[in-house]
Structure formats: C-alpha cells, structure tokens
C-alpha cells in the first residue's frame, strides 16, 4: 500500500497542536432529545439528503469511467486515510483510476467486504454509514485488517483484524491514570446527558486501572468534551446531520467532539425510533469516542465498540473482548476487580439499518485539512 503521509502528517500533528489553542468558535446548543418520542417529526423530513446518500448513485461504476461526483468519494477517501492527494487542497478528478479501486480494496479490508476494488452494492452501503470522524489509516499505516500482517491477501476476510493504537502508541502517561473532565460551559449539559458521559467513562474504568472525575473546571480539565456544529476551529469541521458524528483526539490531548447538528438521543431505547428520525445513541458514541481519548485506534472486528460505523437507531455500549484486550495492552488491567466481566456485545447491539445521507460538506472539511497541512 502507498504512504499516505500528506494527510496524516496533517492529523497528527493537529491532535498535538490542538491542545494549547483556546476554542476559537462559539459553542452551540447541541440537539439533545431525552428519550426517541421526544424528537419532532418536523426533523425527520429534512435529513433525507443528508450524510453520504449520493454515493449510492455510483452502484455499477467501474474502473476506467469517469462519472461526476467520483473527486467527493475520493475526499472521502483521502479524509478517512485510504488515499493520498497530489495537492495539498485534496483535488480529486472524478476518474475511477487505479488509486480510487486500490483504496476501495483497503476498505473493503478493514471492513470485511470481498476485496473486488468495485463500487459494489454492499461496498456503498457501508461506505454511506455513519461514522467516527477520526480517520481509519493515520500516517500511512492502518492498524485495522488491511495493515495486519497476518491478514490473508484475497476474498473475504473473518474477523482476522483486533484493537489498534495511534501511530507511536501514545497513551496517558502512568502518573496520571486519575483523570478529570469537564463539559464545554456553553453546552450547559443537563444532569442527565452528563451521566451519559459518566456511565460511559466507567465503562472504561471497570477494566484498567483508570479513574474519571467530572470537574466544573474545563481549562484544566484532562479531557474536554463539547458539542460543535461546522467548522470549529481544529481543522475538522462538522457536516451537520449524518457523515461523521464525533472525533477525539489521541492522548495525552483530550478534546473530545461532537456534532451538534444530530439527533442525540439521550435515555430511553434508540432502536424504538422511527426509521427516518436518524436518532443517534449518545452513550454508544461517547463510549466510542472515550477509546480514543485513551489511545485505541479503530477495529476491524465488527463488534467491538471501536469499529468506525455506527448505523442510527443502533445501541452498543459494552466493551468487547477486542476492546478490553486493546485498552488493556496499553494500561494493565483494574487491579481492584477480579477480571474479565466486561465482554462480548450482541446482545446489546441491534441495528435496524442505515438510511439516508449525502456528502454535501465533505469538501469543506477535506479543504481545512489541506489548509493544515500547507499551513504546518
Ligand atoms: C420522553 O421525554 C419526554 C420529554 O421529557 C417525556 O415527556 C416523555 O414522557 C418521555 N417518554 C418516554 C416514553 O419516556
Ligand atoms: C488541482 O491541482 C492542480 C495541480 O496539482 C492545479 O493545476 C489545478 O488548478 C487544481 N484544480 C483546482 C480545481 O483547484
Ligand atoms: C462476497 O461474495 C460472495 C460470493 O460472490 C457472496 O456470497 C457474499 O455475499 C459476498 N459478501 C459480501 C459481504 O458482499
Ligand atoms: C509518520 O511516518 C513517518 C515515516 O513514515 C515517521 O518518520 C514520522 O515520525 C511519523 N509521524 C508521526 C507523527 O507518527
Ligand atoms: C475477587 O475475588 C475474591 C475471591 O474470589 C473475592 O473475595 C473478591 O470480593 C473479589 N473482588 C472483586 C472486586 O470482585
Ligand atoms: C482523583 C480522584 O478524585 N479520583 C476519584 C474519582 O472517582 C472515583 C470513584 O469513581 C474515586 O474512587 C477516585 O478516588
């Protein structure tokens, strides 16, 4: 596989400048809902072309054609680390050459599709899914199936990928396993959704020797946590309903994401949701998110809590054995419980399907990247 170190050079560098920077856009009022009845209607008509639904259009295309539209999935591509850009500012023309199916094939890897390099059906309806907004392949190495060495090169894969770590494995430092967080004051989070975060963070506790203490101060905080809309001042826009959902950074940074323009839901069961409401689980994210925070990278296998998609409507909240070996690699075990109770996750993990997205904003967010990275 080629380097692709043009864009994560820019995304490496950015978890680690991003730390000193005072937040430099005004916090929103994220779209917090307590339970799946409580979300409108009225906003369920308006997301029908939101996210990356477009990409549907190109079911058939083939190596060789040029079709409009094909430079967006390429940006996809190049912001979630499958391809490099000639250009800083990631202009992509809309041929299906070489590099467009060789990273295809990357991820239908890391995603256990059949490797083909073919726009096909299952292939788009994974790639229009909802996702961490943290890239999959930093700096040119992927940690997910495609970067295994024990990986068989070839049709389809089972599950042959595992936890993976930030390039130069970084983690919190062993003098600071207690740790605090705090809430972006704007957000003015209810007790409620804080106790999301809480449930969250204690999840990963339960397994390492690891504490979480919410504090009121956020400046000195360790991790801080705020819901964003659009560009907010770290290279990473948001892109409003659907497409990513959150990122967080590697540690010892802290900043943790969010994307107020969703559908968070915050107690209740998210799989009650009507089909077209795109409700998003807040814990599911958060604990997601919390992986990162503490240095894991994303998952091949397709149950853990760190794989990069999430469908809507879908629950998944309990560390698997992927994610405990994972974290456990990188802080030891919680030395006050006897062991391996945290595990395995279908049963609280139903998906009842993607639906719709488009990725209107999606050149916005390659170009910030680009802007970094000329900027560095
Ligand atoms: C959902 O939340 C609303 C607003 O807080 C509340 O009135 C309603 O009883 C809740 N519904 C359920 C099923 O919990
Ligand atoms: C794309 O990049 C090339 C140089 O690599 C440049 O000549 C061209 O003008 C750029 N196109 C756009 C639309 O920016
Ligand atoms: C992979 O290809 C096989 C045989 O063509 C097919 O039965 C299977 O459903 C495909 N799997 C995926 C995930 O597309
Ligand atoms: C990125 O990779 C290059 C070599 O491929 C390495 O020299 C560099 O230190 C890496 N950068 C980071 C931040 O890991
Ligand atoms: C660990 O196991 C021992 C004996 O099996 C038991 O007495 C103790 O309470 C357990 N500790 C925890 C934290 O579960
Ligand atoms: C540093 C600190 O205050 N740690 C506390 C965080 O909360 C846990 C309980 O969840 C305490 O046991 C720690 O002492």
């Keep these: 596989m080629k380097s692709l170190s043009t864009f994560t050079t820019s995304f490496v560098f950015l978890a680690f400048l991003a730390l000193p920077l005072p937040p430099l856009t005004t916090p929103v009022n994220a779209r917090l809902f307590p339970n799946v009845s409580a979300i409108p209607p009225s906003l369920a008509a308006n997301i029908r072309s939101a996210g990356w639904d477009a990409f549907r259009g190109f079911a058939g295309c083939h190596p060789g054609e040029a079709r409009p539209g094909l430079s967006k999935l390429k940006q996809y591509f190049h912001y979630f680390g499958y391809m490099q850009s000639s250009s800083s500012l990631g202009n992509f023309t809309d041929d299906y050459d070489d590099s467009l199916a060789d990273a295809i094939r990357t991820y239908q890897k890391n995603f256990n599709l059949n490797v083909t390099g073919d726009l096909d059906s299952a292939t788009l309806s994974h790639l229009v899914m909802p996702r961490c907004g943290n890239p999959d392949i930093v700096n040119g190495t992927t940690s997910m199936n495609s970067g295994k060495a024990s990986a068989p090169v070839g049709s389809r894969l089972h599950a042959v990928g595992h ?30 959704t804080r106790q ?52 967080a950074f590697s540690p010892p940074n802290g900043l943790f994401h969010l994307d107020g323009a969703e559908n968070w839901v915050v107690g209740g069961d998210v799989t009650t949701a009507s089909s077209d409401s795109d409700a998003i689980d807040l814990e599911s994210v958060a604990v997601h998110e919390i992986g990162h925070l503490l240095g894991l990278g994303h998952s091949s296998v397709e149950e853990s809590i760190m794989y ?69």
């Design 163 to 192: 936890y993976s770590f930030f390039p130069g494995t970084p983690r919190w430092p062993s003098g600071q396993l207690d740790l605090t967080y705090a809430f972006l004051p704007g957000n003015n989070l209810d007790a409620k």
């Design 196 to 247: 999301v975060f809480a449930r969250a963070f204690q999840r990963w506790s339960e397994v390492t020797p690891l504490t979480f203490n919410e504090t009121s101060n956020y400046r000195r905080a360790n991790i801080r946590i705020g819901f964003y809309t659009g560009d907010h001042g770290d290279g990473e826009p948001f892109d409003g309903v659907m497409g990513t959902l959150a990122h």
């Design 308 to 376: 990069p998609t999430i469908s809507s409507r879908t629950r998944k909240v309990q560390l698997t054995s992927d994610d405990v070996s994972g974290i456990q690699v990188l802080y030891g075990s919680n030395p006050n419980s006897n062991a391996s109770e945290a595990t395995t996750s279908t049963q609280d993990r139903e998906t009842s399907g993607s639906s719709t997205r488009v990725g209107n904003d999606l050149v916005g967010a390659i170009l910030a990247v680009g802007f970094l990275s000329a900027f560095l």
